[in-house]
């Protein structure tokens, strides 16, 4: 009986060795796929100014009164432009970290948002989710200058006003590649993926 249990106490201990071990292989593996993947940033949509292009220039009034201006030359080092709709979910849930960004970069990021359509609708929104400290421009024209087809969108603008990165941005991940790719002088980071790539394939 004593050499079963021993014998019961070995297996088991075998076992719970060989799981750990393929644990650790799994958790090797999902390494190496994820460097291969690389970074995954905003999605670059067709068409519209591109990265690198001026950005085209518009002078609009906030809906408080507030006078904007966007592209050309500017005080602020960035703008960061971020399209929405009160009724796009994804742009809702985004709102909380487009405000965490600008505090982070107080005086060196400048928030403009930018929409169209039914202006209560847009004024209940400023309220509901407490953006009174940005200006929001409604503006059919901007979005068409900037070939917007789908929201969230974001582009960000330097102090030259020239487009330094833009995109669909879905979550935390696609803002804030924005400002990663502007940081390493790429248009977005999916083309720094496709160069690493296209150099290791050499």
Partial sequence: MTNAVIAALIALWALV?????????????????????????????????????????????????????????????LTLLFFLSPSCPVCKSLLPLVKSVERERRGALQVVLASD???????AMIKREKLEAYPLVLSTPLGLAYQVSKLPHAVLIDAAGTIVAKGLVNNREHLESLF??????????????????????E
């Fill in 180 to 201: 990663e790719a502007h940081r390493l002088g790429v248009g977005s980071l999916q083309d720094l993926a496709a160069r690493t790539m296209a150099e290791a394939a």
């Fill in 117 to 123: 359509g039914d202006m209560p609708a847009q004024l």
């Fill in 17 to 77: 060795i060989g799981l750990c071990l393929v644990v650790i292989a799994l958790l090797r593996q999902v390494g190496m796929l994820h460097e291969r993947l690389g970074p995954v940033g905003a999605l670059v949509m067709p068409g519209g100014p591109a990265v690198g292009d001026a950005a085209p220039s518009f002078e609009l009034a906030a809906v408080d009164g507030r006078a904007v201006r966007i592209g050309g030359a500017s005080t602020a080092p």
